[in-house]
């Protein structure tokens, strides 16, 4: 379960690291009170919650291949979070820093690119927006780097007509 | 045939509604289903091409046939994290 | 204080994000049981404390002032450590994360660089020297950017004979 | 006059002490007590050059002169992290 609708805990999703690992980089992403010069009272979360937990494990799994040796943690909150509440955390073992960061840095951008989770941005007045930055090009080809390699079967039997 | 079809974010907004069955003809591939819909919510049509879709909880191209049961989400541009 | 003998209480460090912060990056370095192939049961780290209280007031201010917007925190311990405890933490937060990851990557550099600490590695019979990477070349010179930069008048207004 | 010497990590292994007071002529600069110290202590001139010192907790270029009072480490490459 990478989706939680309670609070997250960080110092429970601290993991201990295994003896051989050197490093750790926590990046924990949290409700900021703007966006791009608009006041942000609260953000709604939503989630294609089934389909969010496999894209999450899709995440694990490519990043694990990616940066070998890496162990690595994500939770996702959905719901109604206020400012200072973290939305996010992924918590990245490894025996040396640069791969620590790395892949840290990977599996965020990964997240946001292709795990279906949306968020609204409240106002003072209650009323917000979905917001609704551009789908990778990839994905609009209804290709998942991620799950075309690992995990789409499917997919890579079938050539396009 | 019966699919089911799920509605998140804009598009549940949109739709007012977050799922529903639809019965399709055989043969109905994702990009169709997408040109039935977007006939229906005029919202859609702000999309000039097929936002991404999934089939079963993965991304599918949009000339991927449908098949009886097959869950299908449009997704709006995602924005976790 | 950024030198400290007790344990590194990484809950208590994490400090609450301003509201105008979106991201968190936490770098923690632990000490692994190996090094280079050679097996370590703990490391002895030695501060010339005075100096390196000032040296990390060094780093925090250079990366704040190369990554304006972040705020750091730095955290570094001294004595004896065995596998597994933190070793020096790095909390940067940030509007966004772009730059948290960047300034708590620098951060974690310019300290390995610059702040006079030194670690031993022991080994299983007891024995174990003290690692020494080689001196980066502006520090051999006496020179360094981050004391050059924003506090060290002295070495500014002497020119080399 | 009299200044201060700290040594550190192998640096304090190889002096077999911590620190010390050391009288210099005025006029020595930081360079110049390394090289009394490196005929002292053997292990030091493994160093084909100096090491990164620091006169009063600041890093000094080699040419600075020392004051009356000063604290003066010469410090082995450093480890931390």
Chains 1, 3 share one sequence.
Request: hydrophobic residues 40%; aromatic residues 10%.
């Amino acid at each position: 379960m990478y989706l939680t609708d309670q609070p997250i805990d960080l110092a429970a999703f601290f993991a201990a690291p295994r003896p051989s690992d050197g490093a750790v980089c926590l990046f924990v992403g949290v409700v900021r009170n703007e966006s791009e010069g608009r006041e942000t009272v609260a953000i709604e979360y939503q989630a294609y919650e089934e389909m969010a937990e496999s894209e999450i494990a899709h995440v694990v799994a490519s990043v694990s291949q990616e940066w070998p040796g890496t162990s690595v943690r994500i939770t996702h909150r959905v719901g109604r979070l206020s400012i200072g509440e973290p939305s996010v955390a992924i918590l990245v073992t490894a025996p040396h820093r640069d791969t620590a960061f790395a892949a840290c840095r990977l599996a965020i951008e990964w997240l946001k690119e292709y795990v279906p989770i949306w968020k609204r941005e409240i106002r003072p007045d209650g009323t917000g927006d979905w917001v609704e930055p551009r789908s990778p090009s990839l994905l609009s080809e209804g290709r998942s780097p991620l799950s075309d390699t690992l995990f789409n079967p499917k997919w890579r039997q079938e050539d396009p007509p | 045939m019966r699919v089911r079809v799920l509605y998140f974010a804009s598009f549940r907004d949109a739709a007012g509604r977050a799922e529903e069955d639809r019965e399709v003809p055989p043969g109905t591939r994702i990009l169709d289903l997408w040109e039935i819909l977007s006939r229906e919510i005029p919202a859609f049509s702000r999309f000039r091409e097929m936002p991404p879709a999934a089939v079963n909880r993965l991304y599918q191209p949009s000339y991927v046939p449908l098949e009886d049961g097959d869950e299908v989400a449009y997704l709006p541009p995602v924005a976790g994290g």
